[in-house]
């Protein structure tokens, strides 16, 4: 099977919110491939976080790739504000509506690279008839809606699972949830080449931190590969 390079992927999630522009300078200034944004309707998933505002003022302060992850249920009507807003990664739930294979045509159409996250009770055969619209495949390792849980052991199977179902696809498997660098090496000796994470990176918001939290994160990962 193929093997993308990492990609880490720090979640915005657990930034400073009174200077988040300088904290996401400072994941792309510390080595950050992405700039994972989790938006939350207090619906799907028991919080509210952030919208498409907030994706177009951080757009330009980056260059870096914007990959949103959108656990907001129905995702359809927002999907042309978050693309807009300058997302280039547009994440749905298989779990958030009827129509999964719809979506991701929306996502497409807009010119945006489409991905399926799974909530960790849903199998991978779930996205087995829309692989082929994928560009990336977001593992939960964690229940979605609050930063700092920890990683759920039985992600690795389902990590596993999944990069077996993608074959040869260039699909990015990324995973989500509880990710540090004590786990990574087990994380992408699954398959996975994406890693959110965010505590782990951005906890006491000591911008001197992130780049060395960042490599020892990717080294592990890389280890693992």
Do not use: C
Request: aromatic residues 4%; without cysteine; glycine residues 8%.
């Amino acid at each position: 099977m193929s093997q993308l390079p990492i990609k880490i992927a720090p979640s915005i999630l657990s930034a400073d919110f009174a200077r988040l522009g300088d904290e996401v300078r400072a994941i792309d200034e510390g080595g950050a491939e992405w700039v994972h944004v989790d938006v939350m309707d207090g619906h799907f998933v028991p919080n509210i976080t952030i919208g498409p505002m907030i994706v177009e003022a951080i757009r330009p302060v980056t260059k870096k790739i914007l990959d949103v992850h959108l656990m907001i249920a129905p995702a359809d009507p927002f999907l042309e504000a978050f693309a807009k807003a300058g997302s280039d990664i547009i994440t749905v739930h298989a779990e958030a509506g009827p129509h999964l294979d719809r979506s991701l045509q929306a996502i497409k159409s807009m010119g945006k690279k489409a991905g399926v996250s799974l909530n960790p009770s849903t199998p991978v055969s779930a996205i087995e008839n829309v692989i082929d619209r994928l560009d990336l495949i977001l593992i939960m390792s964690v229940n979605p809606g609050f930063g700092g849980q920890s990683f759920i052991p039985q992600a690795i199977e389902k990590i596993k699972q999944a990069k077996a179902l993608i074959g040869d696809r260039p699909i990015d498997l990324e995973v989500d949830g509880g990710v540090t660098a004590n786990n990574a090496e087990d994380i992408a000796r699954a398959g996975a080449n994406a890693l959110v994470a965010g505590s782990a990176i951005y906890k006491g918001n000591d911008p001197a931190t992130y780049a060395p939290r960042i490599s020892d994160i990717r080294k592990a990962a890389e280890r693992g590969q």
